[in-house]
């Protein structure tokens, strides 16, 4: 097909390396080793991230420096027009923007956007989902698909539920450096390590950080690592509330890191205490994956992936006496949270692998645009993978 690709990747520059950037490179990854090629679109190349497979990409430089980026807008809509693609898959509000600004400049391919929060659409973005140049939503998770159908009013038929995946290769704790990180951190080997990862309040960090001293009058070694901080005051304000709650020296507060899997494998435990607006988070995925014991609260996707009492515990969100008391049990209760750990990495690699989400997501591009995948449609409604602890 010269001259033309079946789906271009479309993410930018985000934050940390979970950005839309990366999320572009693995999707293409993935789907290359089903044979599905992508060029993939971003400000930068990532050709050896960490934590994906190493399936060579085609790659194109495009700046997408905000959702006014009338270069990019201009760029995309050319390259589209002499190179065809039948799809493009936007994995970021500027990609999703700047597609947008693509097609009303002639551009030519059909729209895939993402979204992977459960927090309603805000009011002015509602029309960017809802317009008809848009001719698909990725939701990350059931949560997120009834926030966008029930509450942001995007059509039914355009939202399609497809879960993220995970490497279970580069994801194995015999692959990971726990004991380097604890000693870069001064955190001694037999310290009950607790990670929580997100900056946000909604996060829930603030339940965990309170939580602490009651976790500590049952198990004095607990320590707490917060992760994904990146301004130093933010970092600081922490490192003072934990001194009003008389934890300062059991705590370490850390920006965003690359090496987050050494980092949860360093834990003893994951927590994911989020409140609001979360879809299916990625460290909590990870977490699994590695073969660590989690506590999560009910909340957004989380239910779909955590399987109370199997797979993790979940307890209800901004609950802090709850919270400390399913900490503690799993501090105390070694074989427990062991037993959970193992049913929790065997849940991901049961439906939460690249793999799985590669198949899912070329699905779905063949329901858009059949031309994308080189075969016909699928039915329009397949079922998705069960929630956890359904029967």
């Not at 009651?214 to 600081?236: N, T, W």
Request: charged letters at 20%.
């Amino acid at each position: 097909m010269r001259g033309r690709w079946p789906v271009i990747q479309l993410g930018e520059r985000g934050r940390h390396g979970a950005g839309p950037a990366r999320q572009a490179w693995e999707t293409a990854q993935a789907l290359a080793a089903l044979g599905l090629p992508s060029l993939v679109l971003t400000p930068e190349e990532l050709p050896d991230h960490p934590g994906g497979t190493t399936v060579p990409v085609k790659w194109q430089a495009l700046p997408l420096r905000s959702v006014v980026d009338g270069r990019s807008m201009r760029q995309l809509a050319r390259l589209t027009r002499h190179r065809h693609a039948p799809l493009l898959h936007a994995h970021g509000p500027v990609a999703h923007a700047v597609a947008l600004g693509a097609l009303l400049l002639g551009g030519r391919f059909q729209l895939l956007v993402r979204r992977s929060k459960s927090f309603p659409l805000p009011t002015l973005a509602r029309p960017t989902f809802r317009t008809r140049r848009v001719r698909g939503v990725v939701a990350t998770c059931q949560a997120v698909r009834e926030a966008l159908v029930g509450t942001s009013g995007v059509a039914a038929e355009k939202v399609h539920v497809v879960y993220p995946g995970v490497d279970l290769e580069q994801l194995d704790l015999r692959r990971t450096r726990p004991a380097a990180v604890r000693l870069e951190l001064g955190i001694s080997p037999q310290a009950r390590l607790l990670v929580q990862v997100g900056s946000p309040d909604w996060k829930g960090w603030r339940e965990v950080l309170a939580a602490l001293p009651v976790i500590r009058s049952a198990a004095p070694d607990a320590h707490l690592l917060l992760v994904g901080y990146p301004r130093a005051e933010q970092r600081e304000w922490i490192a003072t509330l934990a001194r009003e709650l008389g934890v300062a020296e059991a705590v370490r507060v850390l920006p965003f890191r690359d090496d987050l899997p050494d980092i949860l494998a360093a834990g003893e435990l994951v927590v994911d205490a989020a409140w609001a607006g979360t879809g299916l988070s990625r460290p909590l995925l990870e977490a699994m994956a590695l073969a660590r014991p989690v506590v999560a609260t009910r909340c957004g996707g989380t239910p779909e992936l955590v399987e109370d009492g199997t797979t993790g515990l979940l307890v209800p969100p901004r609950d802090v006496a709850t919270l400390a008391a399913a900490a503690a049990r799993l501090l105390h209760d070694v074989e427990t949270a062991r037993a959970l750990a193992a049913a929790a990495r065997d849940r991901v690699a049961s439906q939460f692998t690249t793999a799985h989400y590669a198949a899912r997501l070329a699905t779905t591009y063949r329901r858009i645009e059949p031309a994308a995948c080189g075969s016909p449609a699928p039915p329009p409604h397949p079922t998705p993978p069960p929630r956890a602890g359904d029967t």
